[in-house]
Structures are given as C-alpha cells and as structure tokens.
C-alpha cells in the first residue's frame, strides 16, 4: 500500500521522513514487460528499497506504464465456474472520533513508503504491539462471524470499523495513500487490497479480511480467507494449503534465521499442491510504522537479510490456483489474478523471541 515518490531511468528513489532511500539497478533489470501476455514481472530485491513503494499498490507513472489493465473479457467465465468479480458502489467514507491518535500519514494522504530499518523494540513496545496484535485478532475474528450469503463487504468495513474505534484504536488502511475505507476485503479471484462495497456476498464465494489497527502509536496487522456458505472443494483445498504454507513459514522464525527461508518454505509447500505463489505483494516490517524493513518475499530467492530479536514483521503469502500475475483495477487498489481463478491468502505479525517467534495476532480462544 505504498506508492513511489519519484522515479528516474536509472534512479528510483524513496522518501520515508527524512530518510532517503536509493538504487542504482537499471529499471530494465528489474521489469520485464510482455506485451503478448499483457502482464509485467519484477525481479526483486530486498535492498532496493526503493522499489517496494510498487509493491503495496498505488498505481503511479511506471506502473501505469508498464502494467497493461486488462479491460476485455471481464465478464468471462473462467472454467465455467464463476463470474468474473466486479466493483459495486462505494459508500461514503466513515468518520472516526476526534480524539483517536492517527497515524502521521493520515493527514498528508499520501503513502509515506516503507521505512528503512526493521522495527525492533524495547519492553514497553513489545507490550504495545502485543496489545495492537491483540486486537487486530479480534476484529478479524469478529469480522469473520460475519460472512454469509447476502452481506456485503461494505457492511464489514462497517462493522470492523465501529468496532476498531471503540476501542480507541484507528484503522490504518482508512487515508492510507487515499485507500477509502477501514478494510480491505479480497473476494474470490481478488489477491489483495479490494475496497469494501455494496456487492452482496454469493454462496460458494470466499472472502480474506485483512484488519491492521494504530492502537497506542503502533500498528497490528493481520488477515484470513473466509468460506461464504458452500465453498467448493477446490477452494476449501486453496485456502487449507494456504494457511498452512504460513503456519510452517512461522514455525522455521527466530534470531538469526535468513529471511529468504521464509519464502523457499512457503513456495516449497505450496509447490507440492499445484499453487502458485504471488510474487509482487509481500510482507513487511510492521510496528510504529505500517510498512518498514524488511521485505519479506514469498517465493524462493536469493536475499540477504537475518531476523534479529525483538523485531516484529509480517508474513502474508497470496497462492492462486492458476495465473499468479496480477492486474489492478481502475481503482488504483484492487488487484485480482489475470485469468481470473481464485486466490486466498493468511497474513501474522509476528515478533522474534529467544525461542522462535510470538505471533502477536492470534486470536485467543
């Protein structure tokens, strides 16, 4: 959810705050555009920093240019399965009391980027993500109560909202880079950051929540897929392997540890059933600032980078049955997979202890 600042043939640079961030890798090396396909693929690296500012979403100049929208055949009916998602009506944006602390980019609404350093923190900061986990973990629960044939995503975003302000905490999505509501809520063939609507939730669809809270100056974030009624088996199959390649992800956590293991593991598992792995869309250090260092991709790399303690990230792979190449709507945020099958993606923030890694936004039975 971060959009690029400035961009430059051979340059690409990102302001967080004061700092400036840069890489000096030509841009040809990092896309590769194929106009028969009509998608684009980045090569990725976990210290061009600059370049995760494409990685959230916001469309801007290169994006626009470089991934084509695909506009024809909408409507198709992949395999004969499923309509095509399309966006309903937005309503008005929900206002949250006065006295709730913002986050600093709120104001500005524009995407502050991702902050260079990890977020590592002392006692009292452990304590306030664990209670911001906390409560991202109950939202999502509470939101997951909810799915059911005929609701629609705009009356989540509503229910999650209500339930994020009263108790005193901001829902870090609403002003983000100008993202207009409280959650975002990804329905079927949508990978990542759908915008709440009127369209009524259908039986057999599945839906993943993705709830982050600024409680107390930090951030929790966290997400799940949902069954809507009855949910084939082919997309219960999805969303199982899913959230186990996150499960086994967590479990190879603590000091030390290379971050590109994180994505070998995810990849491998995912690899065994079939599934493709998203490559654009990671995960990320997450604390006082919604989107910080490190990087954390999903599928098998060549990255450098070890978990130190008491640093706090997420983990939030998106597999898809079939294409793993994305294509954003004309909303600027929405992203589904190109030939339109499903995908599902389970998202933790976790913190690095001595033993491993806490995850900070597990629900509590």
């Known amino acids: 959810m971060v959009g690029a600042s400035s961009l430059h043939p051979r340059l690409l640079s ?19 555009y194929n106009p028969g396909r009509k998608h684009v693929s980045m090569q990725l690296s976990r210290t061009f920093s600059g370049l995760t500012n494409l990685l959230f ?27 095509r998602l399309r966006p309903g ?7 949250v009391p006065n006295h709730i602390k913002r986050p600093p980019y709120v104001k500005t609404r524009m995407a502050p980027g991702i902050a260079s350093g990890p977020e590592v923190h002392d006692l009292k900061g452990i304590e306030h ?21 005929g609701i629609t995503s705009d009356e989540i975003d509503e229910a999650v909202h209500q339930m994020i302000i009263d108790n005193g905490a901001y829902p870090s999505p609403l002003g983000y880079g100008g993202f207009p509501k409280s959650v975002c809520t990804s329905v079927n063939e949508c990978i990542c950051h ?7 939730l259908e039986d057999g669809d599945i839906i993943n929540i993705d ?15 949902f069954f809507c009624g009855d949910v084939s088996e082919e997309a219960r199959n999805l969303v199982k392997v899913t959230k186990e390649s996150l499960d086994k992800a967590i479990s190879i956590c603590a000091p030390g ?20 792995v998203v490559r654009q869309f990671v995960g990320h250090g997450v604390g006082r600032v919604f989107h910080a260092d490190p990087v954390v991709l999903h599928f098998r790399n060549n990255d450098g980078g070890r978990m130190v303690l008491n640093q706090t990230f997420t983990i939030e792979p998106m597999l898809t049955i079939g294409s793993i190449n994305p294509v954003m709507w004309d909303d600027d945020w929405t992203v589904v997979t190109e030939d339109g099958s ?7 923030t976790i913190l690095i202890t001595e033993d491993g890694a806490e995850i900070l936004t597990q629900c509590e039975a």
Not at 21 to 29: G, H, K, T
Not at 129 to 149: F, I
Not at 213 to 224: C, E, I, Q, R
């Open 14 to 32: 990102s302001f967080v705050g004061d700092r400036l961030v840069q890489s000096r890798q030509p841009l040809a090396q990092l896309f590769h």
């Open 57 to 83: 979403n916001r469309r801007n100049h290169i994006f626009d240019s470089l991934m084509v929208i695909i506009r024809n055949n909408l409507d198709e009916v992949p395999d004969g399965k499923c309509k």
């Open 89 to 95: 009506k937005l309503s008005p944006r929900r206002p």
């Open 129 to 149: 993500m664990r209670a911001s986990g906390r409560l991202a973990a109950q939202v999502l629960n509470y939101a997951g109560t909810l799915v059911k044939p």
């Open 194 to 200: 759908g915008i709440p609507d009127s369209r009524p």
């Open 211 to 225: 709830v982050t809270v600024y409680l107390n100056g930090y951030h929790g974030d966290t997400s799940a897929t």
């Open 257 to 276: 540890v290379e971050f590109k293991k994180i994505g070998k593991t995810i990849h491998d598992h995912a690899e065994k059933f079939g599934y493709g």
């Open 342 to 348: 499903l995908s599902a993606q389970f998202e933790h």
